[in-house]
């Protein structure tokens, strides 16, 4: 999918902007599927609800997308420490042989 935003693709699809977006146009604009929309999406957005009908405003859906994507980059940070810090615990120091600690050397 382009960089375009989901209010730029609501606009795009309507000719008029639009303000929310029904469940299936939201699981389209983000790529995913009407099911994955529901299981993944759904519980961490606000939700417009208009007799059976439920609405997604594009605002919400925004603030997901940017939610997690900072999330997958946060994670992949920590785990990128998380192994650099291990790596860096498991070699042994120059001028020490593996297994002897800093207090038997003293």
Same mark, same amino acid.
């Given at each position: 999918?382009? &960089?375009?935003?989901?209010?730029?693709?609501? *606009?795009?699809?309507?000719? @008029?902007?639009?303000?929310? @977006? &029904?469940?299936?146009?939201?699981?389209?604009?983000?790529?995913?599927?009407?099911?994955?929309?529901?299981? !993944?999406?759904?519980?961490? *957005? %606000?939700?417009?609800?208009? +007799?059976? #009908?439920?609405?997604?405003? *594009?605002?919400? #859906?925004?603030?997901? @997308?940017?939610?997690?994507?900072? +999330?997958? @980059?946060?994670?992949? !940070?920590?785990?990128? %420490?998380? #192994?650099? +810090?291990?790596?860096? %615990?498991?070699?042994?120091?120059? +001028?020490? %042989?593996?297994?002897?600690?800093?207090?038997?050397?003293?």
């Amino acid at each position: 999918m382009s &960089s375009r935003s989901a209010a730029q693709l609501a *606009v795009i699809a309507t000719g @008029l902007p639009r303000l929310a @977006l &029904s469940r299936d146009e939201a699981a389209q604009s983000v790529g995913i599927s009407l099911d994955s929309f529901e299981r !993944y999406v759904q519980p961490h *957005v %606000r939700m417009i609800r208009c +007799g059976k #009908l439920r609405l997604v405003p *594009v605002t919400e #859906l925004q603030r997901w @997308l940017d939610e997690n994507a900072e +999330g997958l @980059l946060a994670r992949a !940070y920590d785990g990128d %420490r998380q #192994l650099n +810090g291990r790596a860096a %615990r498991e070699s042994p120091q120059p +001028g020490t %042989r593996r297994g002897n600690s800093s207090a038997a050397q003293d």
